[in-house]
C-alpha cells in the first residue's frame, strides 16, 4: 500500500449538503467543506440559504481552494437531482457525498404531530436517500466513490428527542444498507454520530454558559466538541485511507455515549 498523500483528495469532486451555517462559526458541513477543499477537492457546497453556502465558498477560495455555492432543498427529488448535475456540468465527476442537513425534534410520541414527526423524518433522512440516489449512478460511472452521512449518539442515546432520535437511528440503519446495496459499485457509505458538538445550529439562539459547561463536562475528556472534529471525522472516511472502511458509525462525542450514569 502507497503512503498517504499529504493532500489526500486531490483530483476529486466532492459535494457537501447543508455546508452554509445558520450562524457564523463553524458548522459540521462547513468545515467537511473546507477540509476537502483544503485537502485538493472541488466542493460544491449546498445549502437551502444560498448566503450561508456563499460564505463558506468565500472562507475556502480565500485559502486557494475551488468551491462553488449551490442552493437546493434537499427535500426535493428534483432539487437533488438538479444538484448532482451541476457537479457533473463543472468537474464531470462526483466523487463524494457528505450529507449534513439535519433538524432537531423533541418529545415523545404524545407530543409531537404527525405533520412534526414527517418533517423531522425528511429533512433528517429523506434528504440523504434522495441526495444519494441522485448522486449513486454519477459514483458508479466513474469508479465508485464515499459517502458519508450524519447521525448522532442520539440514535442509541434517547434524551426527549423522540422523532430526531428515531430519525437518526434510520440514518444508521440507512447508512448499513447503502454499504452492502453500493459496494460492488465500488461505493463506501459510513456515517458519524457526533456528540454534544458546539456549532452555529446550537448557539444561533444563545446557549446559557452553565448549560455549555455541563455539556463539556459530560465528555470523560473533559473537553468541548466543534464541527472542526466531525469535519475530520468526515475527512478519513471519504479518503483513500479508509478505503477498507464501510457500514460503519463513527461516534465522534468526546466518549458521551460511552460514559456510565453515574460517572
Given at each position: 500500500m502507497t503512503e498517504p498523500n499529504p493532500r489526500r483528495l486531490d483530483g476529486k469532486v466532492a459535494i457537501v449538503t447543508g455546508g452554509g451555517s445558520r450562524a457564523a462559526?463553524?458548522?459540521t458541513?462547513?468545515?467537511?467543506?473546507?477540509?476537502f477543499a483544503r485537502h485538493g477537492a472541488s466542493v460544491l457546497v449546498v445549502d437551502r440559504e444560498i448566503a450561508a453556502a456563499r460564505d463558506t465558498v468565500r472562507m475556502i477560495e480565500e485559502e486557494g481552494g475551488r468551491a462553488v455555492a449551490h442552493q437546493a432543498d434537499l427535500t426535493a427529488d428534483n432539487d437533488c437531482a438538479a444538484m448532482a448535475q451541476a457537479a457533473v456540468d463543472r468537474w464531470g465527476r462526483i466523487?463524494?457525498?457528505?450529507?449534513?442537513?439535519?433538524?432537531?425534534?423533541?418529545?415523545?410520541?404524545?407530543?409531537?404531530?404527525?405533520?412534526q414527526w414527517d418533517q423531522v423524518l425528511d429533512v433528517n433522512v429523506k434528504t440523504i436517500m434522495l441526495a444519494s440516489r441522485a448522486v449513486v449512478p454519477?459514483?458508479?460511472?466513474?469508479?465508485?466513490?464515499?459517502?458519508?452521512?450524519?447521525?448522532?449518539?442520539?440514535a442509541f442515546?434517547?434524551?426527549?428527542?423522540?422523532?430526531?432520535?428515531?430519525?437518526?437511528?434510520?440514518?444508521?440503519?440507512?447508512?448499513r444498507a447503502m454499504a452492502i446495496d453500493h459496494a460492488g459499485q465500488g461505493i463506501r457509505v459510513n456515517c458519524i454520530a457526533p456528540g454534544p458538538?458546539?456549532?452555529?445550529m446550537v448557539y444561533a439562539d444563545g446557549m446559557?454558559?452553565?448549560?455549555?459547561?455541563?455539556?463539556?463536562?459530560?465528555?470523560?475528556l473533559g473537553i468541548e466538541g466543534s464541527g472542526w472534529d466531525v469535519g475530520y471525522a468526515a475527512l478519513f472516511l471519504v479518503s483513500d485511507e479508509a478505503r477498507y472502511v464501510t457500514g460503519c458509525t463513527l461516534p465522534v462525542d468526546g466518549g458521551v455515549s460511552i460514559r456510565s450514569p453515574d460517572r
Amino acid at each position: 500500500m502507497t503512503e498517504p498523500n499529504p493532500r489526500r483528495l486531490d483530483g476529486k469532486v466532492a459535494i457537501v449538503t447543508g455546508g452554509g451555517s445558520r450562524a457564523a462559526g463553524i458548522g459540521t458541513g462547513r468545515a467537511a467543506a473546507v477540509l476537502f477543499a483544503r485537502h485538493g477537492a472541488s466542493v460544491l457546497v449546498v445549502d437551502r440559504e444560498i448566503a450561508a453556502a456563499r460564505d463558506t465558498v468565500r472562507m475556502i477560495e480565500e485559502e486557494g481552494g475551488r468551491a462553488v455555492a449551490h442552493q437546493a432543498d434537499l427535500t426535493a427529488d428534483n432539487d437533488c437531482a438538479a444538484m448532482a448535475q451541476a457537479a457533473v456540468d463543472r468537474w464531470g465527476r462526483i466523487d463524494i457525498l457528505d450529507n449534513n442537513v439535519g433538524t432537531e425534534g423533541a418529545g415523545t410520541i404524545l407530543d409531537v404531530s404527525a405533520q412534526q414527526w414527517d418533517q423531522v423524518l425528511d429533512v433528517n433522512v429523506k434528504t440523504i436517500m434522495l441526495a444519494s440516489r441522485a448522486v449513486v449512478p454519477v459514483m458508479a460511472d466513474t469508479g465508485g466513490g464515499a459517502i458519508v452521512n450524519l447521525s448522532s449518539i442520539s440514535a442509541f442515546r434517547p434524551r426527549g428527542l423522540t422523532p430526531y432520535t428515531t430519525a437518526k437511528g434510520a440514518v444508521i440503519a440507512l447508512t448499513r444498507a447503502m454499504a452492502i446495496d453500493h459496494a460492488g459499485q465500488g461505493i463506501r457509505v459510513n456515517c458519524i454520530a457526533p456528540g454534544p458538538i458546539y456549532t452555529p445550529m446550537v448557539y444561533a439562539d444563545g446557549m446559557d454558559p452553565e448549560l455549555r459547561d455541563r455539556r463539556r463536562a459530560a465528555s470523560p475528556l473533559g473537553i468541548e466538541g466543534s464541527g472542526w472534529d466531525v469535519g475530520y471525522a468526515a475527512l478519513f472516511l471519504v479518503s483513500d485511507e479508509a478505503r477498507y472502511v464501510t457500514g460503519c458509525t463513527l461516534p465522534v462525542d468526546g466518549g458521551v455515549s460511552i460514559r456510565s450514569p453515574d460517572r
